[in-house]
């Protein structure tokens, strides 16, 4: 307490700033590391399904696997009954919401890595400032106070950059993670789009061999 006090109101912010970027941080750690994001197993299922054109074993496999893959996968497979065209649409929105999903506190954490290195120059200019006017009234003679205010300037720059540099690497950290989630979701959209061209055009194939036929 001794050591905010000496660095005044602005290092009680950095402080406070501080646990929230650390809070946001591990609650997004813990978070993102539950995702299952390794989905081989999945799509072995979901296209075994989707080509014995059995909608419900391909909605139970997402519904039973979980992770942001599954999830995005089955809101595009409620829409295989009305084509390929409203399934394209609904992986987008899927792959949309999911994205805000997993984003969720990393434009914090970046606010946080940009604005601490100002609270500490704000701290710096405060401390300079109490020390200049130490000085005006009071002159050279009272070293004391005169520290006071230059401590308060050095130890809330080193407050700021102590809280910016771990905040950045934590939000390109957490960014990376998102990214190839994101990344994961978008290969295996062009692994199902793919599946579904191929049913769509044999399920035509069929159609136009029985009109033949009649």
Excluded: W
């Amino acid at each position: 307490m001794d050591f905010i006090r000496s660095g005044g109101p602005i290092l009680f912010v950095i402080v406070l700033v501080s646990l929230y970027a650390a809070y946001i941080f591990f609650e997004r750690f813990l978070k993102l590391r539950k995702e299952r994001i390794d989905a081989d197993s999945l799509m072995v299922r979901v296209n075994a399904a989707v080509n014995d054109r059995d909608l419900d074993a391909a909605l139970y496999a997402c519904e039973t696997f979980g992770g942001p893959v599954a999830r995005v996968i089955e809101s595009a497979l409620l829409k295989l009954p009305y084509g390929r065209t409203a399934v394209e649409a609904a992986f987008k929105e899927g792959f949309l919401q999911e994205e805000q999903h997993l984003s969720r506190g990393l434009r914090p954490l970046a606010t946080i890595a940009q604005v601490s290195p100002l609270l500490g120059l704000l701290g710096t200019v405060t401390g300079m400032i109490q020390a200049f006017s130490v000085i005006q009234n009071e002159g050279l003679g009272n070293a004391a106070a005169l520290a006071g205010g230059i401590g308060q300037a050095l130890i809330t720059t080193a407050a700021g950059l102590v809280v910016a540099i771990p905040a950045l690497i934590a939000h390109n950290y957490l960014s990376a993670k998102v990214d190839a989630i994101l990344l994961e979701i978008e290969r295996r959209r062009e692994e199902l789009m793919s599946n579904v061209a191929q049913v769509v055009a044999s399920k035509k194939t069929d159609s136009d061999d029985e009109s033949n036929i009649s």
